[in-house]
């Protein structure tokens, strides 16, 4: 299966990018698209693009794709517009079977093990499933930091079931591609929908359990002294293989460590609340 996964940031330059760069190009048969008004002077590996954009050529791209008449709103608004991507990048995804959305603030794993031999019997396929809370558990949902959606006219489309044109003009920030895109799809009993925490593989006819992702703040499963393992494509947390890293609360720590030397030969790097470092 050919996937094609989407990032969008405009703003300042990203410190830990090369970092980013280096876990997409251990997963070769994966391509990402990075939009940004920001220009890196790294090395860019083969399966990423990244191509100039600025916030305002986004909204002009989506006033005259979805209809809207939106004349200003803030960068991270942008993440509203995600469910709506295979129809705002129709022109980029039409050789690929999936088209999905990421953050930059991830380290990957090896995330093809965990996807691609499911993707063939799925519409969409999400890493945020509900986990267990003081007894509870919590409501799966679409994940912002990374989700996978089958480039087809029914999926593609989802969106339109919502007010979107509202929700898209509006400067209110809805989380729609988490909350409002997870209403849409419970609803569609047809889509072949996966959003659980674990993803199974079947190496040599043995089922092996293992993390798909884990953010820092995820219950149950980080704390702040743990240290995450990245070894040539592999990342590693207590000895078990994990699709990716989320470092979405890490990074506001005022002492994380955002000096990072060039990726080019780096095989191992560690990421913890202390920042990420190569030794």
């Excluded at 050529?57 to 008449?69: P, S, Y």
């Excluded at 989700?147 to 339109?160: I, P």
Aim: proline share 4%.
């Amino acid at each position: 299966m050919k996937v094609v996964i989407f990032a969008i940031h405009f703003g300042p330059k990203i410190a830990w990018m090369d970092i980013f760069l280096k876990s997409c190009q251990y997963n070769p048969n994966i391509n990402w698209v990075i939009f940004t008004d920001t220009i890196y002077k790294t090395t860019i590996p083969n399966n990423v693009k990244i191509e100039f954009m600025r916030l305002d050529m986004f909204i002009e791209l989506a006033n005259n794709k979805l209809g809207t008449d939106i004349v200003n709103m803030e960068p991270y608004k942008v993440c509203d517009f995600r469910p709506s991507f295979g129809i705002l990048f129709d022109n980029y995804i039409s050789e690929y079977d999936f088209w999905g959305h990421c953050d930059l603030d991830i380290i990957f794993g090896d995330i093809e093990a965990c996807t691609l031999d499911h993707l063939p019997e799925l519409d969409i396929l999400s890493s945020r499933g509900g986990f267990k809370k003081n007894g509870r558990r919590s409501v799966p949902k679409m994940c912002g930091g990374l989700s996978l959606y089958r480039n087809s006219d029914l999926v593609n489309k989802l969106f339109y079931k919502s007010n979107f044109n509202h929700i898209f003009s509006s400067k209110k920030h809805f989380a729609f591609d988490e909350h409002g895109i997870s209403n849409i799809i419970r609803q569609n009993i047809k889509l072949r929908t996966k959003w659980d925490i674990y993803f199974f593989n079947y190496p040599h006819e043995t089922v092996i359990k293992r993390w798909w992702f884990c953010t820092d703040n995820h219950p149950g499963t980080v704390n702040n002294d743990h240290i995450w393992v990245w070894v040539s494509g592999k990342l590693y947390f207590r000895g078990r293989e994990v699709g990716y890293l989320h470092f979405q609360d890490w990074k506001r720590i005022e002492s994380f460590n955002r000096t990072i030397p060039s990726a080019d030969h780096v095989d191992k790097i560690y990421i913890s609340r202390f920042g990420i470092c190569l030794r």
